[in-house]
């Protein structure tokens, strides 16, 4: 047989074609349907405690309220301007910032992040991240032709590293002449962990003084932040001081925020004090737009302007996500008793869909884990445990398939 050869370019060539956290969901399912007792705690989606996708009747509404007609036509390449606006004023409220702002429609925050890259970093050039971040950032980079650097997240006491995230941040600007901050709070995907008011003050510190040495743009990956407490939502207050000398982003989402994850609707919003340059991020992230999904799903677009903007539905919405958060902080605080038991380390967890627990080698822990029907997400240095998808009667199992893998990757590490 005549050999065809192959017609990919070589990077493209050797590319993996899943996800590895849904390459692991998918494993977890497989053993499932075999009829394995299996605790599936790897992907981002809130279960109910009987196994169901936790789903808003007021989002449901909001969807059917859609004339056809509408839904079926295409949706302005950047997205509604009624859709815009009320992304702005979910964001902004009361912080007197929106009329600073302008924003695109995204297919959820994962589009924003994708329009972050892509315009504020040159070709070849990195992103900032801390160390514990979104796996699909270095994705999203990488598929952009650029990268991903980190910083070390926390020190000695499990707090930002504030002075590891000034260094490198410092650094970045003298090798690239710019920088582009991927900071996912409040509720960190993969940790949980949230700023205090003394990190979130150290960082608006940190990026305006940056800013006056060269270009910096600091994105906050919004994705969770519904999730998180009031405390840890004041980063708005913080931002007039970044703005000072640097350009905020929000990657703004439906998908977490109102629990339809399949809609793909989110925004990316920009926050700059010079009208001009706003103008001109608006064109360059518009022209992103056309240049890659082109339009976003309008049906998700017109719904979201219904939960955003109709006071009745937003109020029933934002009772049933309170809801949906209660659910979610029965877990934390039952985690956190039975992880304080068991000793296991792990950042401070207040809230949020995911937790990561330190371990010696993540790759043994995880696959002890998996041998005994758990799966988590390995990552450098911890595992990943999506709580969100976890009920409350799996913590004891789920703490002591922990336990058990981390004592197998001490013994292994030895």
């Given amino acids: 047989m005549t050999t065809i050869p192959g017609s990919l370019i070589p990077e493209a060539a050797a590319r993996e074609g899943n996800d590895p956290i849904f390459a692991l969901h998918g494993e977890a399912v497989r053993r499932a349907a075999a009829g394995e007792s299996i605790l599936n705690s790897t992907l981002g989606a809130l279960m109910n405690d009987d196994g169901t996708l936790a789903v808003m009747p007021s989002v449901a509404e909001a969807m059917g309220r859609v004339p056809h007609a509408l839904a079926a036509g295409y949706a302005p390449i950047s997205g509604d301007p009624a859709y815009l606006q009320a992304v702005i004023s979910d964001l902004c409220e009361d912080s007197g910032l929106a009329e600073q702002a302008i924003a695109v429609a995204t297919p959820g925050s994962t589009g924003a992040i994708h329009h972050a890259i892509l315009n504020f970093l040159e070709p070849g050039q990195s992103a900032l991240a801390p160390s514990y971040y979104w796996g699909p950032y270095h994705t999203i980079s990488t598929h952009a032709g650029r990268r991903v650097e980190t910083f070390n997240m926390f020190d000695s006491a499990v707090r930002l590293d504030v002075e590891a995230f000034r260094t490198a941040l410092e650094g970045q600007i003298d090798r690239q002449g710019r920088a582009l901050v991927l900071f996912n709070f409040p509720c960190n995907n993969p940790t949980g962990y949230s700023l205090d008011e003394a990190e979130w003050e150290a960082v608006a510190d940190i990026v305006r003084e940056a800013g006056r040495r060269g270009t910096v743009v600091f994105l906050l990956d919004h994705a969770y932040a519904k999730f998180g407490d009031e405390a840890s939502n004041r980063w708005i207050e913080y931002v007039p001081r970044m703005m000072?000398?640097?350009?905020?982003?929000?990657?703004?989402?439906?998908?977490?925020?109102?629990?339809?994850?399949?809609?793909?609707?989110?925004?990316?919003?920009?926050?700059?004090?010079?009208?001009?340059?706003?103008?001109?991020?608006?064109?360059?992230?518009?022209?992103?737009?056309?240049?890659?999904?082109?339009?976003?799903?309008?049906?998700?677009?017109?719904?979201?302007?219904?939960?955003?903007?109709?006071?009745?539905?937003?109020?029933?919405?934002?009772?049933?996500?309170?809801?949906?958060?209660?659910?979610?902080?029965?877990?934390?605080?039952?985690?956190?008793?039975?992880?304080?038991?068991?000793?296991?380390?792990?950042?401070?967890?207040?809230?949020?869909?995911?937790?990561?627990?330190?371990?010696?080698?993540?790759?043994?822990t995880a696959a002890t884990m998996r041998d005994a029907g758990v799966y988590v997400v390995p990552m450098e240095g911890a595992v990943r445990i999506a709580l969100c998808a976890t009920s409350a009667a799996s913590l004891p199992r789920l703490v002591e398939a922990l336990a058990n893998g981390l004592a197998a990757a001490r013994t292994a590490a030895a």
């Fill in 244 to 364: 000072e000398s640097a350009t905020v982003l929000v990657g703004w989402t439906v998908s977490k925020s109102f629990a339809l994850y399949g809609a793909r609707v989110g925004a990316l919003v920009a926050l700059h004090r010079d009208p001009a340059e706003r103008r001109r991020m608006s064109n360059a992230l518009g022209f992103s737009c056309r240049a890659t999904w082109s339009n976003c799903n309008h049906l998700g677009l017109l719904a979201a302007i219904e939960l955003l903007t109709d006071p009745e539905l937003r109020a029933r919405a934002d009772a049933e996500r309170a809801a949906m958060t209660r659910l979610l902080d029965g877990r934390v605080a039952a985690f956190n008793e039975l992880a304080g038991r068991a000793a296991l380390s792990y950042p401070r967890y207040e809230g949020g869909f995911f937790v990561s627990v330190f371990t010696p080698d993540a790759e043994v």
